[in-house]
């Protein structure tokens, strides 16, 4: 299985992604909810049927350590909430549940008035769900505009591909493909040269 050929063992798994993993996350948003990582479910065909929950329960316990309330969710409590985000949420990423814990604990999903509110951190899922749609249709965006830019360019004039490139106007493909042969064995004796000079200096020295 991928997750297996990547990641090794389930306890080296749960090193790679551990919460000190989220600041990191945090910084590449864009490949924590478009990267490679594995989606949540995936993580018991891997390493067994309770490692989504056991995973999860560091999460927790660091959000609750976070917030000054640890402990407040050990035990059955806490085991049923991670119960529910699997039930709920198995198809997002483990980096995507990374970056959530982090932007929780930054206060953007509202905040903790004495012991941890599981339901709080149930609803502030759902508005990360919002979140993590923008960035998918940002990311979707960005790739379209390149692929699009790309066919465009690739319908160039030879008169257009020679502007583009501060050359020389070439009036057919013929002529582009001479024009860029002699680019090429100009950069190629550039760089003879530049291996010469430097066996010289070499030798010299």
Not at 50 to 67: G, H, R, S, Y
Not at 139 to 167: F, I, Y
Request: charged share 20%; aromatic share 12%.
């Amino acid at each position: 299985m991928l997750v297996l050929q990547r990641y090794g063992t389930r306890e080296n798994f749960m090193q790679v992604f551990s919460p000190s993993l989220q600041l990191s996350v945090a910084s590449h948003e864009d490949r924590a909810v478009m990267g490679t990582a594995p989606e949540l479910y995936l993580l018991k065909f891997a390493y067994g049927e309770n490692t989504p929950v056991a995973w999860l329960m560091p999460q927790i316990w660091d959000l609750c350590e976070f917030t000054n309330n640890r402990g407040k969710l050990d035990g059955a409590v806490g085991e049923f909430l991670a119960g529910m985000i699997v039930h709920e949420y198995g198809y997002l990423k483990v980096s995507e549940l990374l970056l959530f814990f982090y932007r929780f604990k930054t206060g953007a999903y509202g905040h903790f008035y004495g012991n941890i509110d599981p339901m709080i951190i149930m609803a502030g899922l759902e508005r990360f769900l919002g979140e993590r749609a923008v960035i998918i249709n940002r990311v979707e965006s960005a790739q379209h505009d390149q692929e699009r830019n790309e066919r465009t360019a690739s319908k160039m004039s030879p008169q257009e591909w020679c502007r583009s490139l501060g050359l020389p106007e070439c009036s057919t493909a013929y002529e582009v493909m001479l024009m860029r042969d002699r680019i090429i064995n100009y950069i190629e004796a550039v760089v003879a040269s530049i291996g010469t000079l430097y066996r010289i200096i070499i030798i010299a020295s």
